[in-house]
């Protein structure tokens, strides 16, 4: 059965966009954010980095969320696959229990697995650079749900077990050094909760259960009338983190290093679906100059004119919803691929930030100090951002005044991954993590682009400032935005 949920009104703090509405919210994840350490989802124990009260329900509560976000789908929907450069819905349904027994029992405990043929098909998902890639990595059959679903129980059985009494947190063995098995299966599930939201998004409305009550929230706000920027003053932006900063972090977060962070404007708010529409009319992907070589190949490959979740009915825009197309709501960020965000922003005579731009803006001050937090060193809460899948959509750019930094910059956690300019990569002195050694390198091919921050569908423990997440630069379907930055004038 679905968890219960209650209705809240409107998050104090936030603007008249948000006031006097009302919104689903998970009554057992309202219980578990006062338990569980917004940092790292599990909180210390006297003796060590996990609890093991607290990392049992936050693994009931993510098993839970995943169940519920299965629910919005019907039957027929779970062979389909409505992303191509995604296995289909059944893959996910096996791969999240597969990957905590692989990387938690078997690499912590030496546990001997669940089902090891099942632990195989379901180990890793793809990256491919386009559809003739994935469609060479197509299975031919994939087991029954009612096959999956027994694994996922048993999977579930044997891993409450090992919370309950295995050591699983020790010296001994890499993986357990700080609770890291632990931390890495709370977390994986989590940033593919997105990913399973994301996907729904590109099935047709008929596959789906749209809950009672939902509604989008500031479809017809106009948003701001002009561009404003701000000019950030020259400082360092510590990057990453010292291991023994966070309790949890990818290796792609470690080690932590500073960046002389020269001056540099950035837009207060990120670019609106109406901004966007403007590049859109003026023929933007028609006019090759405002694109990248690579990119203005891929835009031509793929034939698209317009952002992947826009749509055009009789002459009108509308956003492609969840549960439905709504017409195009302007004070919205506009979602797009970083070949996109980067053909506006040379429109404008602009870029994109760069990482340490994004962190300087985000967590710098005019004093030169850092913050945790672009609003300051408070945990995230429903007055900061639009994350943590409170709303299924965007809300208008704005709309929590008190999650601005101390620049006056607004959005920069929630709301929409940020695109950035630079390239996924390892730090300096980067190593690969015991528990997925496989999670970063393999994508540090110079084909992926970092984003920061976060969306509608980020759960808050994946807020801390070191947090890195990467996507191919044509990659359309991610809940993606962008701000533009130029130099200091």
Same mark, same amino acid.
């Given at each position: ?22 919104? #689903? ?28 009260? =607290?990392?049992?329900? @936050? ?63 379901? @180990? ?18 994939? /087991? ?7 694994? @996922?129980?048993?999977?579930? &059985?044997?891993?409450?077990? $090992? ?54 929230? %500031? ?20 990057? %990453?983190?010292?291991?023994? =900063? ?23 708010? &990120?670019?609106?679906? $109406? ?18 070589? /690579? ?14 979740? *826009? ?20 004070? *919205? ?40 937090? /672009? ?17 299924? &959509? ?12 101390? *620049? %006056? ?9 940020? #695109? ?24 540090? &091919? ?10 509608? $569908? ?32």
């Amino acid at each position: 059965m679905p968890l219960p949920l209650i209705r809240l009104a409107h998050p104090p703090g936030s603007t008249p966009a948000l006031r006097g509405r009302l919104f #689903w919210y998970d009554l057992a994840r309202c219980e578990s954010f006062r338990e569980v350490d917004v940092l790292t989802h599990v909180a210390p124990s006297e003796t060590g980095v996990v609890d093991r009260r =607290q990392a049992i329900g @936050a693994y009931r509560d993510n098993r839970a969320r995943t169940k519920q976000l299965f629910e919005m789908l019907t039957p027929d929907a779970y062979y389909e696959r409505p992303i191509p450069l995604r296995h289909p819905v059944v893959f996910y349904d096996g791969h999240i229990p597969a990957f905590a027994v692989n990387s938690f029992l078997k690499r912590g405990l030496g546990h001997p697995g669940v089902d090891s043929d099942l632990e195989t098909l379901f @180990a890793r998902g793809i990256d491919p650079a386009d559809k003739r890639a994935a469609s060479a990595s197509a299975i031919a059959s994939w /087991p029954s749900r009612d096959v999956v679903r027994r694994y @996922a129980e048993r999977a579930d &059985d044997a891993i409450l077990s $090992a919370l309950e009494s295995a050591t699983i947190e020790g010296d001994g063995n890499a993986v357990l050094c700080r609770g890291q098995g632990v931390f890495t299966m709370l977390e994986h599930e989590e940033m593919h909760q997105e990913t399973l939201l994301y996907m729904w998004h590109r099935f047709d409305p008929c596959f789906k259960r749209c809950p009672d009550g939902y509604e989008p929230v %500031g479809t017809t706000e106009p948003g701001p009338t002009r561009r404003e920027m701000v000019t950030v003053t020259p400082g360092r932006a510590t990057l %990453g983190a010292g291991m023994s =900063q966070i309790r949890f972090g990818w290796d792609n977060e470690f080690p932590a290093h500073s960046i002389d962070v020269p001056a540099f404007s950035m837009d207060v708010h &990120d670019v609106t679906n $109406a901004e966007y529409r403007e590049f859109v009319d003026a023929g933007g992907y028609d006019d090759a100059g405002c694109w990248s070589a /690579p990119a203005w190949r891929r835009r031509q490959e793929a034939g698209r004119r317009h952002p992947l979740f *826009w749509e055009r009915r009789d002459g009108e825009w509308f956003w492609c919803g969840m549960f439905g197309p709504v017409p195009l709501p302007p004070a *919205w960020p506009v979602y797009v691929t970083h070949d996109e965000a980067t053909a506006f922003a040379r429109w404008k005579g602009l870029r994109l930030p760069t990482e340490a731009e994004y962190h300087r803006a985000a967590f710098g001050t005019p004093d030169g100090s850092e913050r945790a937090y /672009p609003w300051g060193d408070e945990p995230p809460d429903a007055t900061r951002g639009n994350f943590d899948f409170r709303f299924r &959509d965007p809300v208008p750019v704005g709309s929590f005044p008190a999650g601005a930094s101390a *620049w %006056g910059v607004h959005d920069l956690l929630g709301n929409g991954w940020e #695109w950035t300019s630079t390239p996924f990569a390892g730090f300096p002195g980067f190593e690969v993590m015991a528990s997925y050694p496989e999670y970063s390198a393999d994508f540090f &091919d110079g084909e992926h682009y970092v984003v920061k921050g976060g969306s509608p $569908a980020t759960a808050r423990g994946l807020l801390r400032r070191s947090f890195r997440n990467w996507f191919r630069p044509h990659y359309p379907y991610a809940y993606a935005t962008f701000r533009c930055a130029g130099d200091a004038r």
